[in-house]
């Protein structure tokens, strides 16, 4: 698992950049932030069509490293347009990046339930979302270093730092075998569609739900955390990227953490208590924003809501995938995710085109609103989904002791 932990490097650098760099550096050449919204928002919808289609032609041909190598390697030729002078390219670059970014958890997710034992998955996604957070907090600290010298010079650090990553996780996985692929019935992954996997599992649709209301508030934040510190709190693009960085890093040491944490506590609760959390502390901010961001910002107030926000998604991340890949059998693993990360997709490409108008004519505090209302709606979603999961439990323990 280390090396395919490594190998996860990729991924929190894509999302360091579309999170804290991809919208400064569009606004700068477009001088508008709605432009870069709409960049963002179009790469997102065209990722959630990749994103069936890889899991499912991973799951046929049960190889997963096909994919993630055109991925980062697509996603570096984006990169490589950003740095060009011309903004019809850089305007195609982020998207590519962007498309990459939203791709990539569908195959990666689904290699790292081929590698572990399902006894092992709750730790494996652990270390995974973890080293994932962990990437981002290094992507801050090198946007904050090179941006001054230049934000095209980030972007190549960043880009090479990532094939370093990507490198060693092909070295590993040519010398080393899956633990589950040979299991998996060819003839059971042919026969397996979208429609009878609903009918299996029909409550995937009530997960599928939560993760759509819950990342349509992260996508409406992140990638305009870097610009609300920089216009709300007088920050500098490198210091509110540090900020947002030491989030990350906070997410990263509690999903590291995750997969011993739910030795004492179950997953089920963890999830839903992250959830909770979340909402109430962008409920209190979306009604109390002037007085605890413009008029007298309180900084043990914002020290306490950094922690509790940094923690909780930290177990979010995780959980979220150990919770859905648990949840089918090994030979639909792929499918799942893909069909996970067109509810993931789809809500941030909504949240973030609607929110870059959002703040144009609203401000900040309409943004936080929003997040607060999507997050409401996932905890309703998440005490439903495991009340009947529950019962369904019970009623299985029911008719075995019968």
């Known amino acids: 698992m280390f090396f395919i932990s490594i190998g996860s490097i990729s991924i929190g650098i894509m999302y360091g950049i579309v999170n804290m760099i991809l919208i400064p550096f569009l606004s700068q ?16 919808i065209i990722a959630s069509f990749f994103s069936p289609f ?6 046929r041909i049960k190889k997963r ?7 980062v390697l ?21 998207i590519i990046i962007v498309i990459s970014a939203y791709s990539m958890l569908t195959p990666y997710s689904s290699l790292v339930a081929d590698y572990t034992t399902e006894n092992k998955r709750g730790i494996a996604f652990g270390l995974v979302m973890g080293t994932v957070n962990t990437a981002s907090f290094i992507a801050s600290l090198i946007i904050n270093y090179f941006y001054n010298l230049g934000s095209k010079i ?23 075998k899956p633990k589950n692929r040979e299991e998996i019935s060819h003839e059971k992954n042919k026969t397996t569609g979208i429609i009878s996997l609903l009918k299996n599992y ?13 990342w349509f508030s992260l996508g409406g934040l992140f990638p305009y955390i870097t610009s609300f510190l920089t216009d709300e709190t007088n920050m500098t693009i490198g210091n509110a990227s540090v900020w947002f960085g030491a989030s990350t890093l906070f997410s990263a040491l509690v999903a590291y953490a995750t997969g011993f944490i739910t030795r004492f506590f179950k997953r089920n609760t963890l999830f839903f208590i992250s959830l909770v959390s979340l ?7 979306s009604q109390f924003y002037s007085g605890l961001i413009k008029n007298d910002p309180s900084i043990v107030i914002g020290i306490i809501s950094f922690f509790v926000i940094s923690v909780s998604l930290g177990f979010f991340y995780s959980l979220s995938s150990t919770i859905l890949s648990l949840f089918v059998s090994n030979d639909v693993q792929g499918k799942v995710f893909g069909l996970n990360n067109i509810f993931m997709i789809l809500s941030q490409a ?8 959002i703040i144009k004519h609203f401000g900040y505090q309409a943004m936080v609103t929003l997040g607060f209302i999507g997050f409401l709606i996932a905890t309703v979603f998440t005490f439903s989904l495991f009340t009947l999961v529950g019962k369904k439990e019970k009623k299985m323990i029911g008719e075995k002791t019968n």
């Open 29 to 44: 050449i477009f001088s508008s932030t709605e432009i870069p919204g709409i960049l963002i928002s179009s790469g997102m």
């Open 54 to 59: 890889i899991g499912n032609w991973s799951d």
């Open 65 to 71: 490293m096909p994919f993630i190598s055109f991925i």
């Open 74 to 94: 697509f996603s570096v030729a984006g990169a490589l347009l950003l740095l060009l002078e011309n903004i019809y390219l850089n305007a195609l670059g982020a």
């Open 154 to 176: 980030t972007l190549l650090v960043l880009m090479g730092i990532s094939l370093i990553s990507f490198a060693s996780l092909t070295v590993f996985t040519l010398r080393n």
């Open 202 to 214: 029909p409550l995937l649709l009530l997960f599928f739900g939560i993760q759509f209301f819950s």
């Open 279 to 285: 909402t109430v502390v962008l409920g209190i901010y």
């Open 350 to 357: 909504i949240s973030v085109g609607l929110v870059g108008g």
